[in-house]
């Protein structure tokens, strides 16, 4: 078998475009666009790359985006009076602290300042209990990007078994939430799962969130699985070359000849988490505003 490349890039691309187009509806409704406050705090290169991708998206998707870059000595107390401001300010639906943040900040309790209904990172513990209660909540980007690719791939995932390796709050988490939510039969896998590729061998969807290159193998997989693989791994240089390539979690080469579909690394699951971060923005936006869910997203 020859398994497809999920083409998570081409899937972005459409779901930003669906967003933009339901945005003009909720201007007209709302007399406002939907806001997007994005706040960093240092000048980590790999942040700053970030956030600047996430307000270019914001802007393209016809939302406002509202940029804070606090220098690196910021102290807690500042950083939570930013977000405490940001929660008052009617034109912000949406609030994400960039992560992660200087060591002397305590990450939790900043995440914790978040107004839940404007955690459009869906790591606020209210958002969390939403979602293991199967009630609306705002999700964490990248499972969410996840599962949209599966049910594109796979249509009712109903009764199907799903192995998530990795149980991280911003992955494996929530992404084992969602699955058990579509009716997946869902295991979840850590460092500490004794025989890891006998249970991976048991599972039509397989979603690897661990952060370990091209750890999971060919022969690991059962024929026709569904694969996605959240894993992003940079590999040593080659000799003469300045940076070492990209990497998932799973061996691709292989794992092709026995899969379905799976996504690639790069261009799979990356490009889902910032169409899905401005999803999250335009539902926290409507459900603020009084308005329906807009369709399709
Ligand atoms: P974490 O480091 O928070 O979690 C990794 C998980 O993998 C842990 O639960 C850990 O288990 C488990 N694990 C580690 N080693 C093994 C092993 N040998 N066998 C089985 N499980 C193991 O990572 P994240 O969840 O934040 O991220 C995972 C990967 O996804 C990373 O490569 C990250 O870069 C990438 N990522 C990609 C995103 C995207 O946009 N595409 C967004 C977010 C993350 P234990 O709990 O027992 O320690």
């Not at 999920?6 to 939907?34: T, Y």
């Not at 839940?116 to 964490?140: C, M």
């Amino acid at each position: 078998m020859t398994g497809q490349l999920i083409d998570g890039k081409a899937f972005a691309a459409s779901l930003r475009e669906r967003i933009a187009a339901a945005v003009p509806a909720f201007k007209e409704q709302a007399g406002r666009a939907p806001g997007l406050a994005v706040v960093l705090v240092g000048d980590d290169p790999a942040s700053q790359v970030y956030v600047a991708s996430k307000h270019k998206a914001t802007i393209a998707a016809g939302m406002e985006s509202f940029e804070h870059r606090l220098p690196e000595d910021t102290d807690q107390e500042n950083l939570i009076a930013l977000v405490e401001a940001l929660n008052a300010d009617d034109a912000v639906d949406g609030i994400l602290v960039q992560l992660p943040l200087p060591g002397h900040l305590d990450e939790k309790a900043v995440v914790m300042a978040i107004d839940p209904d404007k955690d459009v990172d869906g790591l606020h513990v209210i958002n969390a209990g939403r979602l293991a209660n199967g009630e609306e909540a705002l999700t964490p980007c990248t499972p969410l990007g996840s599962l949209m690719l599966l049910k594109d791939q796979l249509g009712d995932l109903t009764g199907m078994n799903a192995v998530v390796v990795g149980r991280s709050i911003l992955v494996g988490k929530p992404m084992a939430q969602l699955l058990l939510g579509e009716n997946c039969t869902v295991t979840m896998a850590h460092s500490r799962t004794r025989d890891l590729p006998a249970i991976v061998r048991g599972a039509d969807i397989v979603v690897a969130a661990v952060g370990r290159a091209e750890m999971v193998k060919g022969d690991w997989l059962k024929e026709g699985a569904v694969v996605i693989d959240v894993g992003i791994n940079r590999l040593a240089p080659e000799p003469g070359k300045e940076r070492g390539r990209l990497v998932g979690d799973v061996a691709t080469s292989e794992a092709v000849d026995h899969v379905r579909a799976i996504t690639p690394v790069p261009g799979g699951v990356g490009p889902m988490t910032i169409a899905v971060l401005l999803r999250n923005t335009l539902v926290a936006a409507s459900a603020r505003a009084g308005l329906t869910k807009p369709k399709g997203l």
